[in-house]
């Protein structure tokens, strides 16, 4: 009976464990710092984070700085990746299932223009009114590796490691 | 003889008089023409436009060819929450004398009480903005002034105001005397080339009081940022010169003086870091030149990540931080000479006002607590001291070849 319930302890406390997923922190907007440049972080419709497997975040001022840790880090102990919808800052969404504008006259905090949307119809609305290009998460770590990364286009290398 | 001249005079004076009188309109509440817009759209290019004191309910004002508009004992504009109020699109404009108050808030607008964009050589001086999103916006202009404005928040709300004074994309711009409180930034730069910032007041704002982005040479010098939320930021610049500045009372867990990130080849001279977290945070900054600076009463005077190389301290007074300089490394590339510490517990048996054994500045703890922030709570401990004191004389852990050669006994006089 004893042993049992001992047992049963710890199924239990194991299963709430394993519902601990990592999941996004809330940002402290004006005191917290972004990891990738340093900036404080003001912009809620920006403000983006990654979690790691033991649950810590790692928070960003935009889109293009978390795009830029993440492609200049190590990802192996990387959770999960988030950013709010621009249209709603209060929700944040995978980064991966995020659509994304690409428009020179929405100005995000580090000159990138990224926003972020939870699906295309609320992303093609944002493109008629401000122009510019939807594209995915892949397409924006490809503009970050353009636009920062890659020496020789014109803009200037951002990482002095 | 005489008459001729006399009347000569008369005559010029006359035409000078009819000329300006040609140029000049007056716009006034109860007068014939009652709105800035309508006298901006029946003048001539370089028309003297005069303002005479009263309330205004106006906005989105375009100027699109070179005037003169002054206003009178400050009348007021107020933009109702709508939109722009002055937007500049011509060169050669003034804008003086007024008070400007409630623009339009978007996130996706810059709403700004004065936008200049794509103009050059022109004045905006000598106006009151409140409660405005942004206040004096420089988009692609040339050689424009910016003096002696006064730009306060919409309301101490966290994150929910613009810039005050906003330059992106602009050439050789003066920015001088301002007094900028409670916006997100107090200056902001970005791509903007040779910039001259002096006299202004930078005070609580909700980031930085000022904050270069992508900006090369030119300098800042004789302003003072105080209470700021994070200090004042030169990223990814080059070339800027920094001197005589007062950086004062920026406490928090990210908050710096002066927050240094991606500089290269720039003089730091002659400025007072007083009561900070972090007088001076370094990362990634090459062939900076620290010279004659007070850094007085900061938790951190000197914070400097391995990844800054050929940096010069000469000649600095460091006087009762808790920590001298930090680092991340026990490697060091920069140097440190010539500087008074007030934690230096040497001796000078010769007598020649420089210390016979070098100062280690970087204490054990230091770096124990860049590992281990909660350790902090040691600080001034018994323990803490004694392996401070053994560490700087055999450094095991502390960078072996950051020390000051000569550091000076007495406080360096200015």
């Known amino acids: ?161 | 003889m005489r008459g001729n001249v006399l009347k000569i005079v008369f005559t010029g004076l006359f035409v000078l008089f009819a000329q300006t009188g040609l140029a000049q309109i007056v716009v006034s509440p109860d007068g014939e023409i009652n709105s800035i817009s309508q006298a901006v759209e029946m003048a001539e290019p370089g028309t003297h436009i005069q303002v005479q004191p009263g309330t205004y309910m106006e906005s989105d004002i375009g100027i699109d060819k070179p005037l003169t508009l002054e206003g009178i004992d400050y009348p007021l504009i107020d933009g109702n929450n709508k939109g722009f109020i002055f937007v500049i699109t011509a060169d050669s404009v003034t804008i003086k004398g007024f008070s400007i108050k409630r623009t339009g808030r978007s996130y996706v607008r810059d709403y700004a009480a004065i936008m200049i964009e794509g103009a050059k050589d022109f004045i905006i001086e000598d106006n009151r903005l409140e409660d405005v999103f942004f206040g004096i916006y420089l988009a692609e202009t040339e050689r424009g002034i910016v003096r002696k404005n006064r730009v306060e928040a919409f309301d101490t709300r966290e994150a929910s105001s613009g810039n005050g004074i906003h330059l992106w994309s602009v050439k050789n711009p003066k920015i001088i005397d301002n007094e900028v409180t409670g916006m997100r930034d107090g200056i902001y730069l970005e791509f903007v080339d040779n910039a001259e910032i002096y006299g202004n007041v930078s005070n609580e704002n909700n980031r930085y009081g000022l904050h270069y982005m992508f900006s090369d040479g030119g300098q800042y010098y004789d302003n003072t940022f105080r209470r700021n939320g994070a200090g004042v930021a030169v990223m990814y610049s080059d070339n800027v010169n920094m001197m005589n500045n007062l950086f004062e009372h920026n406490w928090g867990t990210a908050a710096y003086g002066l927050l240094l990130k991606d500089i290269n080849y720039s003089k730091i001279e002659g400025n007072r870091f007083y009561r900070n977290t972090v007088g001076i945070y370094s990362e990634g900054t090459n062939e900076v030149h620290i010279h004659a600076n007070d850094i007085e009463l900061n938790g951190w005077a000197v914070n400097i990540k391995s990844n800054s190389a050929r940096n010069r301290f000469t000649d600095n007074n460091f006087i009762e931080n808790s920590f001298d300089v930090q680092t991340d490394s026990p490697r060091n590339n920069n140097e440190f000479e010539g500087n008074y510490w007030s934690q230096y517990e040497g001796y000078d048996l010769d007598r020649d006002g420089i210390g016979d054994v070098p100062y280690r500045p970087v204490s054990l703890f230091s770096m124990v607590i860049t590992k281990q922030p909660e350790s902090l709570i040691l600080l001034r401990s018994m323990f803490i001291k004694l392996l401070d004191t053994a560490e700087r004389i055999a450094p095991v852990l502390t960078p072996k070849t950051l020390f000051d050669e000569n550091p000076k006994m007495d406080r360096i006089k200015r």
């Open chain 1, 1 to 161: 009976m004893r042993g049992g319930s001992i047992l049963m302890l710890i199924i239990v406390s194991a299963a709430v464990l394993m519902g601990c997923e990592p999941k996004p922190q809330p940002i402290n907007y004006g005191s917290d710092e972004c990891a990738y440049c340093r900036m404080m972080i003001t912009d809620a419709e920006f403000g983006s984070q990654i979690v790691n497997k033991q649950g810590r975040s790692y928070k960003f001022d935009s889109v293009e700085c978390m795009a830029a840790y993440d492609l200049t880090e190590e990802s192996e102990n990387f959770h999960s990746k988030w950013v709010p919808n621009f249209l709603n800052r209060e929700e944040w969404l995978m980064a991966e299932n995020a659509v994304y504008l690409h428009s020179e006259t929405l100005r995000s905090p580090m000159g990138l223009f990224l926003s972020a949307y939870k699906d295309r119809d609320s992303a093609e609305k944002m493109k008629e009114e401000y122009g510019g290009d939807i594209v995915d998460y892949e397409t924006v770590k490809q503009i970050v590796e353009r636009e920062w990364l890659s020496n020789g286009s014109g803009s200037r290398p951002m990482l002095n490691n």
